[in-house]
């Protein structure tokens, strides 16, 4: 049974970092797409970054560009997203996702290709 399982979230000033982790258990990443999506109140869960298994790139959403950054340790089934320069507008719950799909630095499937999630962990940061 495939369980993702995140941490690192936590309450920061703009300006802050913070280092989120997603353990995969039970899941082989090789040939995959591992990605981090976030969902604030009344939003809807937009793709943030993702990762694929070997890849040396990797996608990130234009608001994020130049501040997150997403990598993998794949001796511990693990991926990473370090998020630098944050703002309030960063606040929501966010989520590891993966799948036996493609993705790249140009292309992240849709949400509904990805077929296991975490359960999520808050990020809240204050102006």
């Known amino acids: 049974q495939v369980q993702l399982v995140e941490s690192g979230g936590g309450s920061v000033q703009a300006g802050g970092s913070l280092r989120l982790s997603c353990v995969a258990f039970?899941?082989?990443?090789?040939?995959?797409?591992m990605a981090w999506f976030r969902q604030a109140p009344g939003k809807e869960r937009e793709g943030v970054a993702a990762i694929y298994s070997g890849g040396d790139s990797a996608y990130y959403a234009d608001s994020v560009k130049g501040r997150f950054t997403i990598s993998q340790d794949n001796a511990k089934n693990t991926v990473y997203l370090q998020m630098n320069s944050l703002k309030p507008e960063d606040t929501a719950m966010y989520y590891c996702a993966a799948a036996w799909v493609y993705c790249s630095q140009n292309y992240l499937p849709l949400r509904t290709a990805f077929d296991y999630w975490g359960q999520g962990t808050q990020v809240t940061v204050s102006s």
């Open positions: 039970g899941y082989t990443g090789s040939g995959s797409c």
